[in-house]
């Protein structure tokens, strides 16, 4: 379900997706691979890096920390060509 709900590209939805990040909703590193779609799919890029410079210091809090300072670095791999 986490990968399904990864793929939505509606705005509306994807805010209630990034809500969800915040409030728990998805557990320890389950929010990587939802952030790295979002990141990745052009639909949802800008809209998910603005959130994610907004909120940049809950979403690192999320992670556990011992992948923190591995996993937080490759975010913006959707950014690179």
Request: overall charge negative; charged content about 20%; proline content about 5%.
């Amino acid at each position: 379900m986490r990968d399904a709900l990864a793929r939505i590209e509606d705005p509306l939805l994807v805010r209630k997706l990034e809500s969800a990040l915040l409030a728990h909703a998805f557990k320890g590193a389950d929010i990587l691979p939802v952030l790295s779609y979002q990141f990745g799919q052009p639909a949802t890029t800008e809209q998910t890096y603005a959130w994610f410079l907004q909120n940049t210091d809950a979403v690192i809090a999320l992670l556990p920390e011992s992948y923190r300072s591995s996993v937080v670095t490759r975010l913006g791999d959707a950014f690179c060509s």
